[in-house]
C-alpha cells in the first residue's frame, strides 16, 4: 500500500472515530471519574495510572518504556504457522507466554534481558484483572506514549493467555541476515510483514538501547535521541561506522558512527539492502510516516495469533503522546559525506548538521522503580 494512499486512510479513519464517538453513548467507570465507550475498557485507566506513576516514573520516555516496547515484539513474534502446518506446535503469538513460563522464554538467547523488564511487570500484573498478553501489549503502548513524537498505539482487551511456551528459534536475532529476518516476520504474519513492513516496524529502535549486545556496556542507544520517537535513528544508521562503543568482536554488533552508540549488524544491512535501502531512507526527516507506519504495524502485531472479533478495542485509555521535539540532522561533526547511501533511487535528504564538538551518545540509565504496593 503506498504510502500517500495509507496516510489519507488513516486520517479518514481517525476522522470517522473522533465522530462515531461523538455520537456513541459512553458508560460511566466504577472509578466515578472516567467514561468509556465499552466497560471493558474501564479497568484499564486505573492500570494506566499505576504503571505511569510506578513504573514509568511518573510519565516518562525511559529506559523501562523502551524495555516495555521491546517485551511486546519478543512476546508477538513467536508464532509460526510453518511449524504448525509441520504437526508442531508454533507457539502463541500476542499470548503473554514470555511472562508465564519467564524461565524458559526468558533464556532463549534473543530474549536475553527481558527477565528484567518481565520481573519489574509482574507485581503489576499481580494486582490487576488483567490477561498476562493484554496487560503485556497495554503496558508497551502506554510507555511509548511517554515519547515526545511517538503516535498512539492501539490497546485491545480479551486476549487469551498461553498454556504452554512458544518454541525457541522464533525471535529474530541481530546476526540474522535480512533473508532470515523478512523470512521469519512474513511467517509469523502469514505474509503480511515483508520487507517494507519489516522497516516499519524497525522504526521502534528509535526508542531503543541495547543491555546485551556488549557485555561489557549497558544501556547503549541505537541512535543520539533514544528518549524521542524521531527518525534520527534512519539517518545514524546510515551514516558510516568507525568505532565500537564497547571493546567490539561481538556477535551481531557492527561498527557506529558516535561514540556510545551502538548499531546492530541487522539494522545495518536492512538499511543497505537493495529491497529495503529506499524505504529506510524515506523515514529521514519525515515524521508522520515515522508515526503512522508503526502505529499501522504495532497493530497488527499485537494481536498476533488472536481473533480480533474476540477483542475490544481500548485505544482511548492510550494517552496522545507529547508532541516531536528537535529536527532530524546531522549530529555534530559530521558531514553528508559521511553517509553511505544505499538507495539508488532518490537523493539523500539535505539535513542541517548540529553544531559544536563531534556528538557523543550517553548510556540509557535503567534503575527499575519498585512497584507501589496496593
Known amino acids: 500500500m503506498a504510502f500517500k494512499n495509507l496516510i489519507t486512510f488513516v486520517s479518514i479513519a481517525a476522522a470517522l472515530t473522533g465522530t462515531n464517538a461523538a455520537l456513541t453513548r459512553r458508560v460511566a467507570c466504577p472509578d466515578g471519574k472516567n467514561t468509556a465507550t465499552n466497560a471493558a475498557c474501564c479497568q484499564l485507566f486505573a492500570v494506566r495510572e499505576d504503571l505511569q506513576q510506578n513504573m514509568f516514573h511518573g510519565g516518562q520516555c525511559t529506559a523501562e518504556a523502551h524495555e516495555a516496547l521491546r517485551l511486546t515484539f519478543h512476546d508477538a513474534i513467536a508464532i509460526s504457522p510453518a511449524l504448525e502446518a509441520q504437526g508442531k506446535f508454533g507457539g502463541g503469538g500476542a499470548d503473554g507466554s514470555i511472562a508465564i513460563f519467564p524461565e524458559i522464554e526468558t533464556a532463549f538467547h534473543p530474549n536475553i534481558g527481558l527477565d528484567e523488564v518481565v520481573a ?47 518454541p525457541d528459534g522464533l525471535v529474530p536475532e541481530p546476526f540474522h541476515t535480512p533473508d532470515q529476518i523478512f523470512a521469519r516476520l512474513a511467517d509469523a504474519s502469514q505474509g503480511e510483514f515483508d520487507p517494507i513492513l519489516t522497516v516499519w516496524l524497525l522504526t521502534a529502535h528509535t526508542v ?37 562503543p564497547g571493546k567490539g568482536g561481538n556477535q551481531g554488533e557492527v561498527e557506529s558512527p558516535l ?91 539535505t539535513l542541517p548538521i548540529d553544531p559544536g564538538p563531534k556528538t557523543a551518545v550517553a548510556p540509557v540509565p535503567y534503575s527499575p522503580k519498585p512497584a507501589a504496593k496496593h
Do not use: Y
Not at 125 to 151: E, K, T
Not at 292 to 297: D, E, G, I, R, W
Open 120 to 166: 519489574l511487570e509482574k507485581p503489576f500484573m499481580a494486582r490487576h484483572n488483567l490477561s498476562v498478553a493484554d496487560f503485556i501489549q497495554f503496558a508497551g503502548a502506554i510507555g511509548v506514549s511517554n515519547c515526545p513524537g511517538a503516535p498512539q498505539l492501539a490497546a485491545f482487551v480479551g486476549r487469551k493467555d498461553a498454556t504452554k511456551p512458544a
Open 208 to 244: 531503543a538501547a541495547a543491555n546485551d549486545v556488549d557485555p561489557t556496556k549497558s544501556g547503549l542507544p541505537f541512535d543520539s535521541t533514544p528518549n524521542l520517537w524521531d527518525t534520527q535513528f534512519f539517518v545514524e544508521t546510515q551514516l558510516r561506522g568507525t568505532s565500537f
Open 259 to 349: 561514540a556510545g552508540e551502538i548499531r546492530l549488524q541487522s539494522d545495518h544491512t536492512i538499511a543497505r539492502d537493495p529491497r529495503t535501502a529506499c524505504e529506510w531512507q524515506s523515514f529521514v526527516d519525515n515524521q508522520p510516516k515515522a508515526q503512522a507506519m508503526f502505529q499501522f504495524v504495532f497493530h497488527d502485531l499485537s494481536i498476533l495469533g488472536q481473533n480480533i472479533d474476540d477483542l475490544v478495542d481500548c485505544t482511548e485509555v492510550v494517552p496522545i503522546p507529547p508532541p516531536p521535539q528537535g529536527r532530524t540532522h546531522l549530529p555534530a561533526g559530521m558531514t553528508h559525506t559521511d553517509i553511505e547511501q544505499a538507495c539508488a533511487d532518490t537523493p539523500f535528504p
